[in-house]
């Protein structure tokens, strides 16, 4: 899952989108795993409200078995 937190600030869509997608089970074919584990892409993560980011911060503790996050921040140079 790719979201890009410039278009969804907001604590619910944390808690709505990432939230459902982290807890979603890994799904096996029977011998052949498709994946280990779920990964999630947030980018411009810097612009997360602090509420999300507290929401964020439970998500990943709660899912860390089964899910993945990648974090990016947008840095600008003057």
């Known amino acids: ?3 890009n937190v410039s278009d969804d600030i907001g604590i619910q869509a944390i808690r709505e989108k990432v939230k459902t997608f982290a807890q979603k089970m890994v799904t096996k074919l029977e011998s052949k795993s498709l994946a280990d584990f779920q990964i999630i892409i947030l980018d411009e993560a810097d612009l997360l409200t602090t509420d ?7 998500i990943i503790e709660d899912n860390s078995n089964q899910a993945r996050f ?3 921040v947008t840095m600008y140079l003057k």
């Open 52 to 58: 999300a980011q507290s929401a964020l911060r439970r």
């Open 1 to 3: 899952m790719e979201l």
């Open 70 to 72: 990648t974090l990016y």
